[in-house]
């Protein structure tokens, strides 16, 4: 065993895509020893860029996505791609549908694709994130982009693992769409107005201004907000300068170290939670399924439930991380 | 403590609006007693139809909601909304926006609108929306309607709550709401095809017919499909009529009890891993932060940290429910 792992970190060390792949499906299946992989790839991680792109369907976010692995290809750099799909609670599968838009980057060596589906895991979803980030950095990616969709709990928590995050808005998604802005102000460290062809767009670049200027606290960074028509590969170039700019102010000004911390709590935090969440789901599938019965027909409330189940599973033998 | 307890317990009963908005708060904000005055209301929750309603913005949804509350409203049921908005993981205020077509129904005594703000807390979301279910429930409400933005993770953890989930869609979003709709598929008890006057609206309807055609496996309840126009009123009978029978179909067929089984146990698991996970970032903030900076620095690895951290916390002494 001990050889295995590290004969594995070794090959994800010296960049062999086979062995990434194999770490990556390992991870997600749990298997015996990936984690320990992980742990001995880790000292070897922290040296790719990570960059977020979110934003909601119908932003074209997926295409600029394309655009900008092949800016960063044209610039010689190795990219890793994470594709963060919502997807049945139940099947567990990915779902393909826009993914298509990188297919064009599927055959070429230097970008490494990959698409996670939520599993309806508590937590599972951007712990295995963070994982694959690791993963991808160890095995040399030089940029590694994570695009999401919306930007609900998951997509911060999400967004927790980019050192930069770029939210694509499109002109003219109603008025809802304007709650939801506010929401993103704190999370972009870059705004694009993507489809800036297209009427309203103006309105959307002065809307998010106004935004911006209505915060009670100028903060230390204010987001540039980039315009694009990644259909045409529009603006591409500029919003790719944009985020090296984000990337050049946290070095400078040791921001960098305040977002690692932060990172770094959020990932202990979640090992915990989620190890201490699954020892209670497997109990309460088999010995505390009665407890279960209980709650459902309320004899027992479920505080009452979450003490008995603590005291049969975590404080009984602690659980495996 | 004891007496505020029980009285604060038996005024939500009465259904006294002021007592049950503070408890409320009570709950958001963690105060001592009150997670003893929801355990106190448990055994008399189980009451109310709890009905979700999702959709990606510019879908309607919010018009659709206050339709619905007023179609309940007419019929002399007593309703509660839970209108969980995505927010800032940094200010943690809910956002008004859409809210403001609820207002309407305000002033209504029969009615009682709550609005959630994700608060940035792992996992904290999906608990404190069943718990305000139960209050909701234990106040009187006939129906709880839950209204939420997109099919993220978050959705998909907050519609456990409900007993049927109504999702909205719009014709003409383009090809990446297909790939969502894919996952939607299986969190759907109704589909709803709001704005059905516009271009496309047929298209829309016959894409979902396909897709459920395209299952691998017959569902014991197939979702039937409404159209809608929420902003003239349109189908909001039909819509509440299809609800209706879908609960129906729940009681009939024993397949609530499954539900409420799968919601125990969701319940019980969160209640856990919030505990601990609560017990952990507090130990992080103070005594275990040079571990988070020896993280961050890559001298140790998040696995052992976190072990660190769990020995520390959790297995020291049993976290606080």
């Given at each position: 065993m001990e050889n295995v792992i590290s004969a594995t970190a070794a090959a994800v060390l010296r960049g062999e895509v086979r062995a990434t792949a194999r770490l990556m499906r390992a991870l997600d299946d749990r298997l015996p020893g990936s984690t320990d992989v992980l742990r001995a790839l880790y000292p070897h991680t922290g040296r790719a860029r990570v960059i977020g792109l979110t934003g909601n369907p119908g932003s074209g976010k997926s295409t600029l996505a394309a655009r900008l692995v092949g800016h960063w290809r044209a610039a010689g750099l190795k990219v890793g791609v994470l594709a963060v799909d919502p997807s049945s609670p139940y099947s567990g599968g990915a779902i393909l549908g826009d993914r298509i838009r990188m297919m064009e980057h599927?055959?070429?060596?230097?970008v490494f694709i990959r698409s996670l589906a939520t599993r309806g895991a508590l937590g599972g979803l951007s712990r295995s994130t963070g994982d694959l980030v690791h993963v991808l950095d160890a095995m040399g990616c030089d940029v590694v982009l994570i695009e999401t969709v919306g930007v609900g709990q998951d997509e911060i928590d999400i967004m927790r693992t980019a050192d930069t995050v770029a939210v694509v808005v499109v002109p003219g998604l109603g008025d809802e769409v304007q709650a939801i802005k506010a929401g993103i102000l704190e999370i972009a460290d870059v705004f694009v107005v993507n489809k800036a062809d297209v009427d309203g767009a103006d309105r959307t670049v002065a809307d998010l201004r106004t935004l911006q200027m209505l915060q009670s606290v100028t903060p230390p960074w204010q987001p540039p907000i980039v315009s694009t028509v990644a259909a045409r590969g529009e603006g591409v170039a500029s919003l790719a300068a944009e985020l090296d700019r984000h990337g050049a102010w946290l070095r400078k000004t040791g921001a960098a170290s305040g977002r690692l911390r932060e990172r770094a709590a959020f990932v202990i935090s979640s090992l915990v939670r989620d190890a201490c969440g699954r020892a209670v789901d497997r109990w309460l599938a088999g010995p505390g399924a009665a407890l279960v019965d209980e709650v459902a027909q309320r004899h027992t409330d479920p505080f009452a439930a979450a003490h008995l189940a603590l005291q049969a599973t975590v404080l009984q033998r602690a659980p495996v991380l």
């Open positions: 599927a055959a070429d060596p230097g």
